[in-house]
């Protein structure tokens, strides 16, 4: 079932962008298994944090070189201890488990998603 319908100037609010994570890190004070991740955007963004609930599919070990697109534009968000700076974007599977989303080839850091 479709959500609400919205414009496309609405749409265009959105600041979903892609960067790469520069490290990552349990998080184990968090009330679901979660991943603490560093990804950095490029020059004009910079780095940002992320608190993501991934821990089914991905180990931090793998998360760290991979590209991955996030909303950049949110107000940050207190989770326990850690604020996080930005939502990365994942899809459920069959199970429910978080899948990342991200390009299927290199671009450039803060490529934003058209």
């Not at 265009?12 to 892609?18: F, N, Y």
């Amino acid at each position: 079932m479709l959500g609400e319908t919205i414009g496309y100037d609405d749409f265009l609010k959105v600041e979903v962008r892609v960067g790469r994570v520069v490290a990552a890190e349990p998080f184990p004070e968090a009330r679901k298994p979660a991943i603490k991740l560093r990804i950095d955007f490029g020059a004009d963004i910079g780095e940002r944090r992320s608190s993501a609930q991934i821990t089914d599919h991905y180990t931090p070990e793998s998360l760290v070189g991979r590209q991955v697109l996030a909303v950049v534009n949110f107000s940050p968000k207190q989770i326990g201890p850690f604020m996080s700076e930005c939502l990365v974007l994942g899809l459920s599977d069959a199970e429910g488990r978080v899948v990342l989303i991200g390009p299927d080839r290199d671009v450039p850091l803060g490529a934003r998603m058209h």
